[in-house]
C-alpha cells in the first residue's frame, strides 16, 4: 500500500473543504482512488485531524469486539466505522468475518 505525505493529505482535504472541487475530481487531479480520498475526508470529518502513516499496530480481542458492536448497533458503514476508530475499511471487514 502507497503512503501518502501529511502534506498531501491535508492539501486535497482542504481543497475539498474549500469546495474547489468533489472527492471524484480530487482523485482524478492527483491519480488516486477515490475511495482514498473520500476515507482521508471522511476521518479528518470525524476526529479534526489527518491521519498520519504509522507501524503495524496490534489490537486485542476486546478492542476489535468493541469495533464490531459499535458497527452492529448503529447505522454505519465500514468506511465510517473505520473512520471513528482511526481503523482502514479493510480491517474492520476482516474482523466482521472472525
Given amino acids: 500500500m502507497a503512503k501518502y505525505s501529511p502534506e498531501l493529505k491535508a492539501e486535497i482535504?482542504?481543497?475539498?473543504?474549500?469546495g474547489m472541487?468533489?472527492?471524484?475530481?480530487?482523485?482524478?487531479?492527483?491519480n488516486l482512488n477515490s475511495r482514498v480520498v473520500r476515507s482521508w475526508i471522511q476521518t479528518y470529518r470525524l476526529q479534526g485531524?489527518?491521519?498520519?502513516?504509522?507501524?503495524?499496530?496490534?489490537?486485542?480481542?476486546?478492542?476489535?469486539?468493541?469495533?464490531?458492536d459499535y458497527y452492529q448497533t448503529h447505522e454505519v458503514t465500514i468506511a465510517e466505522v473505520a473512520a471513528r476508530f482511526?481503523?482502514?475499511?479493510?480491517?474492520?471487514?476482516?474482523w466482521r468475518t472472525l
Avoid at 482535504?13 to 474549500?18: A, G, L, P, T
Avoid at 468533489?22 to 482524478?28: H, K, N
Fill in 49 to 68: 485531524k489527518i491521519r498520519h502513516s504509522r507501524n503495524k499496530r496490534i489490537f486485542d480481542t476486546d478492542f476489535k469486539l468493541a469495533v464490531i
Fill in 86 to 94: 482511526d481503523l482502514l475499511p479493510g480491517q474492520v471487514s476482516h
Fill in 21 to 30: 472541487a468533489t472527492s471524484i475530481q480530487l482523485a482524478r487531479e492527483y
Fill in 13 to 18: 482535504i482542504s481543497k475539498y473543504n474549500q
